[in-house]
């Protein structure tokens, strides 16, 4: 008994001891040097240089078509069967097979027609005070030109130009050479390198296929026939609406002079033409022509 209570008596002893010990400092671990993070390397601003088709809306698009129809977006690359509803830029060419017809609608709402055996390109477009400008040139067949978008289109051939201004108008190269345009509405202008020609509504003009520097060609001024206007609603619906007002004009209209007496320099003093220099562009604006007597409605 004596021996247990002496037991426990250094035991309760050894327990007061080692509370009252003093508590050793604690060790702070030791400091892990810490690099510095990188600061990212300065990248000046470079401005991407992105694609036509990803910058831009398109200038044109394929609404419709029918038969064998190709396209390429400019002349070094090949010609791939189009589609619908096909976007388009400047640069871009269509084609039109033996029994191919295409719609184009430019991005100002103007629609363009192409016939069968046509090859033509989107050559420019920009902004004008009446709407938006665009250039097409004609290289093979026949186009048609619905201006309801406002603006102008203007047609290149390699007998001259023909442009159109809130009105509808055909221009084609004629198989046997040449070239003819026809102003079915509105005011319509051809210019050559010899003479510019403004028609109104319901005349039309063919153009020789070839003429030497010293003499002029002699233009076909006409008025359109009944063929003409049938051909007309044939190929584009849209014009059904105009075509009587068309009819009541030209009924009402005289006929064109058969003669018509020569300017001092020997050019036929045709409605609305001009002389010019040899191989230059009109010494004066195309004088304008006066308006059928039934206006036609604006699109």
Known sequence: MKVLFAFLCCFVGMLLLAACAPVAPAVPPAAVPVSPSPRPSHTPFVEATLLPTETALPDAHLAETSGEVASRPMESADFQPAFVPQPLWMGAQVRTGEEGRARLDLRSGTMLRLLPRTLFTLQESHPEETGLFTRVRLLLGEIFVLLTGGGSVEVET????AAVRGSYMLVSLLPEGGLLVQCLEGFCTLVTPYISLELTGGQGVRVPPRWNDSTPPALDVFR???????????????VEGILPLVNATLTALPPLPLETPALPDGLPALPGILPTAPGGLPVAPPVRTPEPSLPFPRP
């Open 158 to 161: 390699e007998f001259g130009n």
């Open 224 to 238: 359109l026939t009944e063929n003409d206007l049938r051909r007309w609603r044939q190929e584009n619906p849209e």
